[in-house]
């Protein structure tokens, strides 16, 4: 996810060991019935970490720290800027709030389009 702000936002996913590549070729060839190359086991691989810190932030995001003091005063800067007006801070967060949702479901559908992509190639 590109960042275009002061807020650090998304996952931070390392590269997958030996093992975690070879586990995820042959779980791709059981449940798919193709072998995928090693530059796709480690892209499948992270992409499906990603997905699944996705899903747990989607989880996450009706608590009340998900979203930082800093995410909301970014926001109410941000509508200040591009829209001339000022919101409260608790206008804020629930802006916020809103956002994250759809940048969930939105980060969500890339990586999946992503990942049967791969599978795509194979079949």
Known sequence: MKNTSNIDFGPQIPEPTEEEVKETIKNVEEKYEIIIS???????????????????TEKRSDLPESITEDMAKEIQDMVKKNRGKSITLEEAYSKARESLVLVTASEKDRVANEIREIIAKYK
Request: charged share 25%; glycine share 0%.
């Open 38 to 56: 090693k530059a796709d086991a480690i892209k499948y691989t992270k992409l499906t970490n990603e997905l699944i810190w996705w899903f747990a």
